[in-house]
């Protein structure tokens, strides 16, 4: 019997603390977000290959986001604030300790994730999967941005899969869109 290991990350997408494509109005009712997952909403990491267990796997531009973000000078809601941008952070959805729980009871560091996202005229960071929000994308632009998330795991150095417990990983990754 082959031993694998199964790392199923879901998406959630929050904002801040809702499920699925959502529109949020601030306070100053003057700006609107609404982030919706337009493809590749679960990432599978399957491990089959002895290829796999030394080098990772890759799955680029996997999950496309569609964010939309409107802010207007207050009182004037057609007006567009050109001054606005707003950031994309995402977090493991971890209770408290940076560890992918298996079915039997294994457990895998979450630095064995890596995840960025690129998209036209988005300046945006490489991370590593945790359980603290970090930040993916600053200085977002108004309108409608299309952001493609691409997803590592097992290669970075001194993580190699090779040797770590086989065992169905799982957890939801949330991303959050905030007004900068």
């Known amino acids: 019997m082959?031993?694998?290991i199964h790392i199923f990350l879901f998406l959630l997408i929050i904002f801040p603390s809702f499920l699925f494509s959502q529109t949020r109005r601030f306070?100053?009712?003057?700006?609107?977000?609404?982030?919706?997952?337009?493809?590749?909403?679960?990432?599978?990491?399957?491990?089959?290959?002895?290829?796999?267990?030394?080098?990772?796997?890759?799955?680029?531009n996997w999950t496309t986001l569609k964010?939309?973000?409107?802010?207007?000078?207050?009182?004037?809601?057609?007006?567009?604030?050109?001054?606005?941008?707003?950031?994309l952070q995402c977090k493991a959805n971890d209770d408290n300790d940076n560890k992918f729980h298996g079915d039997s009871g294994d457990t895998l560091t979450y630095n064995a994730?890596?995840?960025?996202?690129?998209?036209?005229?988005?300046?945006?960071?490489?991370?590593?999967?945790?359980?603290?929000?970090?930040?993916i994308?600053?200085?977002?632009?108004?309108?409608?941005?299309?952001?493609?998330v691409t997803y590592k795991c097992g290669v970075l150095p001194g993580i190699i899969m090779l040797g770590r417990p086989p065992d169905y990983y799982s957890d939801n990754i949330v991303f959050t869109v905030m007004k900068q």
């Open 2 to 4: 082959r031993n694998r």
């Open 27 to 60: 306070r100053d009712d003057a700006t609107s977000v609404k982030i919706t997952v337009n493809s590749g909403g679960n990432v599978q990491f399957v491990f089959t290959s002895m290829n796999q267990y030394f080098h990772g796997l890759f799955y680029n």
């Open 67 to 87: 964010i939309e973000f409107h802010d207007s000078i207050i009182g004037t809601p057609n007006i567009a604030d050109p001054s606005s941008r707003y950031i």
């Open 113 to 135: 994730v890596k995840i960025w996202a690129t998209g036209a005229g988005i300046s945006a960071d490489t991370i590593k999967l945790s359980k603290n929000y970090q930040t």
């Open 137 to 148: 994308i600053s200085n977002g632009p108004q309108g409608i941005s299309y952001i493609n």
